[in-house]
């Protein structure tokens, strides 16, 4: 079984950068793609962005393009994701999953505790 930790959060304001970091254990999670996800206060959780076990393909959100790049280095079992020039809609709690990538939807199984940013104007 695998556990996800989330961390790399925190207040910025905006136009700021943050690197959200994602360390696997239990089980490595180099065989699966994984994915970042975002939930604000009162909504739903929503897609962020994913990429292949390679790390070869990436996907985002429309609302991130061109600001958050997605990267993993399988040797420590981390996902990471760079957020650049932070919006105050970009204030979320932030999820790693591993994924499927044909829908880009979690593949089950139990969140991670989650990393807060919060994005201040």
């Known amino acids: 079984q695998v556990q996800l930790a989330e961390s790399g959060g925190g207040l910025v304001q905006a136009g700021d950068s943050l690197r959200l970091s994602c360390a696997a254990s239990?089980?490595?999670?180099?065989?699966?793609?994984m994915g970042w996800f975002r939930q604000a206060l009162g909504k739903e959780r929503e897609f962020v962005a994913a990429?292949?076990?390679?790390?070869?393909?990436?996907n985002y959100a429309d609302s991130v393009k061109g600001r958050f790049t997605i990267s993993r280095d399988n040797a420590k079992n981390t996902v990471y994701l760079q957020m650049k020039s932070l919006k105050p809609e970009d204030t979320a709690v932030y999820y790693c999953?591993?994924?499927?990538?044909?829908?880009?939807?979690?593949?089950?199984?139990?969140w991670g505790q989650g990393t807060q940013v919060t994005v201040s104007s």
């Open positions: 990429i292949s076990t390679s790390g070869g393909r990436t």
């Open positions: 239990g089980r490595t999670v180099s065989t699966f793609a």
């Open positions: 999953a591993r994924i499927t990538w044909a829908t880009m939807t979690p593949l089950g199984g139990s």
